[in-house]
Structures are given as C-alpha cells and as structure tokens.
C-alpha cells in the first residue's frame, strides 16, 4: 500500500475582539443603523426586548460578523468576529489560515476603523479593543487517497482530554463530519474556555453553499483550538497588557505545538488501523502474558463495540478492578509495540 500523502499548513483562521463598556445608548444607535440591513438577528432576549443579544452578518463578505450584547443591568459591548484573511485580502478566503505581521495587524486596525465610522462609533478606536479569542488552526491537506473522515473518527473514538467533555454534534445531517470537545466550565454562566474541534472542511464548505470550484478535487481535514482570554493567556505564556501583535504572533508561534499537543491527548497511538480480527488474532499471537493479553482484547474488544476509548477504558477499570491508570498506560504503549491501534476498522 502506497503511503498517503499529506501537507500541513498552519495558522490562525477567527480572532474576536471586543468593545466594551458602551453605554447603552450607545448600542441602540448601532442596532438601529444596521436594521435596515436586514441582516441583523436577535438571538437572546428578556420579556420585555430591553436586555438582549444579537448577530450581525452584514459585513460577513469582508470577514466580519458582529455579536451585540445590550443590557440596562450588565455591561453592553460589540465582539467582532473577523476572518482576518478575508478582510486583509478583500475577497472571501474559506481555507487560507493568516499569519499575523506587524504590517497585517496595523492594516487589519486600520480596517476595522472603517468599520466603526459605518456604525456610528465616531469615538471608538482599534485600541480599544480587547482580543478575547483566537482560533489557532491547522489545515491538513491529503491526496487522493487520504480521506479525512477517518482522521476524525479516530478523534471520536479516542480519548477525551481531562477536563474536557464531548459538544453533541446537533447538525448531524447536514454535517456528520465533525467532532467537538470543550473544556468543562467551572461557573455555569461562562462559555468553556477551549473548544477543540475536527472536521472535513471541504464537506462544510459544500454544506454551507460557499464552495470554490477550484477545492473541488482537494481533502482538507480541519483542527482548530478555539481559546477564549484567560485559556490563550495561560497557555501562551502571555501577560495581560501584551499588545495585539504579540498576543496572535505567540498563538501563530506556539500553534503548531499546541495542536499537537491536542491531536495527541485525544490519539496517542502510531499503530496501523486494521480490522478487529486481524487485531485481535496479532494480540493472541505476540502477547504471552495471559493476564495482560485478557485486558488488551477486553479493551480492544469494548472499543469496537462502538465504545469510545475513554468509556472503554473506563468498563476495563470496572471489569479488572486492579487496573490504574499506570496500567492502562503500559496497555495502551503494547498496541504501539504490536504495531497496531485499539481503534479497529468500521464493520462493512
């Protein structure tokens, strides 16, 4: 079997910045500037429509959608959600993956106060703005026999990171293709502060009616860490008063690592994917150790069973009562050594 083979690019794909302390009149003259648009949602809103949240995709052809939060009670602020690929570039980039310059991030400001003239916030600059998330991305690009589905089912049927908890996947139809995990939120009223997700980009970009010809013939498995302020602060290394530039070129820096760092809790294995037969009759063969060959097929055996491999590692803990987590390691570095994965080909 010839090696499939496979390209990587690297880079950030969403940045949010945001404006706070508005007044809330302040917000109203923004809503009601872009009514007219048509192109304004309301997504969250109390009885009465004064506390609200809404979605703005007027200026999605230039790589921005706003998120508008107005509030007589909180604070009113506007985040705005850029592509900066596509706003640097002027046209719409589904797949290019930015990375940061001086000179982008000086022009991307400079667009950006375009922008706020359009909205009214005469008194508003770039500076003003907090970054409060950034999407650190790889694309990884395959030939024609590299299909990205099976990557992600790797993903779904591997270890959720600790601390993480699987996001249910609500557009199964129109995209089955995508597996998403999020860090557990200590305070119910916060978002989780890391969302780790992996798709087939090319099926989104089809899904969603924004398909370039010219990706026609490609397979793109797409992996974002999407990090809300203090997630990207802690685990960049960042102080707080860091400027803009400094923030997203250590994202860009430290991306590629971070991915792996990800890709690699939640599929730590270099073994082959093969079926569950020809799996288990290598771990009957090579593993002389009745005890530790039992554990392997009882492992191998739940995963295949459609089991994640957490869950799976889970039942094996209840099943061998003596199993910690030292010996799900040694378990789990024996498939290596076999040259195989837990995870077995899907039944036809």
Request: charged share 30%; hydrophobic share 30%; proline share 4%.
């Given at each position: ?162 601390g993480f908890e699987v996001i249910p996947n609500k557009d199964k139809k129109l995209n089955p293709y995508l597996f998403m995990v999020k860090s557990k939120r200590k305070n119910s009223k ?37 990090m809300k302020r203090e997630a990207f602060l802690k685990k960049l290394g960042l102080n707080r008063d860091a400027s803009l530039y400094e923030m997203l070129r250590s994202g860009y820096d ?21 079926s569950y037969e020809k799996a288990k009759k290598t771990i009957q063969e090579k593993v002389k150790d009745d005890l530790l060959q039992g554990q392997i097929l009882y492992l191998l055996k ?47």
């Open positions: 079997m010839s090696k499939v083979k496979i390209s990587k690019t690297y880079g950030i794909h969403t940045i949010e910045l945001y404006l706070k302390n508005l007044k809330y009149t302040e917000v109203q003259k923004v809503i009601e500037r872009l009514m007219d648009s048509g192109e304004i949602y309301e997504t969250k809103s109390d009885y009465y429509n004064i506390d609200r949240h809404l979605k703005c995709t007027y200026f999605v052809e230039d790589g921005i959608r706003l998120r508008i939060y107005q509030s007589h009670n909180h604070s009113n602020g506007i985040g705005f959600v850029i592509n900066p690929s596509t706003l640097l570039s002027g046209k719409y980039q589904p797949v290019k993956l930015w990375i940061p310059t001086p000179e982008a991030v000086d022009e991307l400001q400079k667009r950006l106060s375009i922008v706020f003239d359009m909205l009214g916030l005469d008194s508003v600059h770039s500076t003003d703005l907090s970054l409060c998330q950034m999407d650190v991305t790889l694309n990884e690009w395959g030939d024609s026999s590299y299909d990205p589905v099976t990557k992600i089912r790797q993903f779904r049927k591997g270890i959720i990171p600790k916060k978002s989780s502060s890391v969302i780790v997700k992996a798709y087939d980009k090319v099926h989104e970009l089809k899904t969603n009616h924004r398909y370039p010809k010219k990706l026609k013939d490609e397979n793109i498995l797409r992996f974002e860490v999407s430290q991306g590629e690592a971070l991915i792996a760092d990800y890709q690699g809790k939640m599929y730590p294995f270099t073994g082959e994917i093969v739940k995963t295949s069973d459609s089991a994640g491999l957490s869950t799976a590692t889970r039942k094996l803990k209840e099943h061998y009562t003596h199993v910690d987590d030292r010996q799900i390691k040694k378990i789990f570095a024996q498939f290596d050594k076999l040259g195989i994965s837990p995870i077995t080909l899907p039944k036809k």
